[in-house]
């Protein structure tokens, strides 16, 4: 039987949370709760007053619900962060905590089709709820579309051939497997290079297919609007697009361009950085490998 340590070895554990300063009788919300490490651990230092709403999108997490009656387990994507508090009669909050990217689970998983490790069903969704998965974006989006998409989600310099190949592969046989697809992209994947370019390629796709990028910006908007003066937000990220949407916005607000300038001629933003970027230790990757791209920013709302 997985337990909850199985499905998901949290990143950066002590680190996360020690960022978020935590009150013994404050509010804290884990957007990402997976297989609840952080939740514990934020648990553990609340008192019999505080209170800790969690999300999660992917049906397999539910069954790491906390019996605490601290804790809220929120079935949603993090995007919804506002709407979801609200209906649980929260408005504001002293803190939260994400751990972006995809669970040890949902790699460990083959049917979910989001490691380049399985042959499995082109699908990649982190909530079976959504309409839109990695079958319909090889098999239905044109030239252009799987274009941007391997451009600006991948990083991939090859994205016009590789849209080109899927299009007209497709034209014979609809792809429907990751072995199938990999078979159509093979002369792409010298094998020098192959793991990496796959983990490109898997990684467009899964950012498409869960809208990544968008909740992301979604989720940190709100996350301004619910915390409290002083309260905290500390985030995880996996890759380089997450991290600088974090880095940008709590740097000044925004996702792009600059702040405004008050009548003295400061910047007017809405954060103050607690610390400087936090890498996991040698030690840390050595145990858990999925650590090693993994970057902690903690912010405070001003």
Do not use: C, W
């Not at 609840?36 to 992917?58: C, M, P, T, W, Y």
């Not at 089709?113 to 239905?140: C, H, P, W």
């Not at 991290?243 to 003295?264: A, I, S, T």
């Not at 791209?293 to 405070?300: G, N, T, V």
């Amino acid at each position: 039987m997985m337990t909850a340590m199985d499905y998901h070895n949290p990143v950066l554990l002590t680190e996360t949370v020690d960022g978020l300063n935590i009150k013994p009788d404050g509010v804290y919300v884990d957007v990402t709760f997976g297989g609840g490490g952080h939740s514990k651990e934020i648990l553990k230092r609340l008192g019999v007053n505080g209170k800790l709403f969690a999300f999660d999108q992917d049906e397999d997490a539910l069954a790491n619900a906390l019996p605490d009656e601290r804790f809220t387990l929120i079935h949603e994507n993090f995007r919804y962060l506002k709407r979801f508090l609200r209906f649980h009669g929260v408005k504001k909050v002293d803190g939260i905590l994400a751990d972006l990217g995809v669970s040890s689970h949902q790699f460990d998983v083959p049917e979910r089709g989001f490691s380049t490790r399985f042959d499995a069903d082109l699908d990649m969704r982190m909530s079976k709820r959504n309409e839109l998965d990695a079958y319909k974006v090889i098999n239905e989006y044109d030239d252009a579309e799987l274009r941007r998409v391997f451009s600006d989600y991948g990083e991939l310099k090859s994205a016009p051939a590789l849209a080109r190949t899927i299009v007209e592969a497709r034209k014979k046989k609809a792809i429907h497997t990751t072995d199938e697809l990999k078979k159509v992209l093979a002369k792409y994947l010298p094998e020098k290079v192959k793991n990496k370019v796959l983990a490109q390629i898997y990684q467009a796709i899964r950012i498409e297919v869960n809208q990544e990028m968008e909740a992301l910006k979604a989720f940190l908007e709100q996350s301004l609007e619910v915390l409290n003066p002083g309260g905290r937000l500390s985030v995880i990220s996996y890759h380089s697009l997450e991290d600088r949407l974090v880095k940008r916005f709590m740097k000044n607000g925004l996702f792009e361009g600059e702040p405004e300038r008050d009548f003295f001629g400061n910047y007017s933003v809405p954060f103050k950085l607690v610390e400087k970027l936090i890498v996991p230790t040698e030690e840390e990757i050595k145990v858990n490998n999925r650590a090693r791209s993994a970057k902690l920013r903690i912010a405070e709302k001003i």
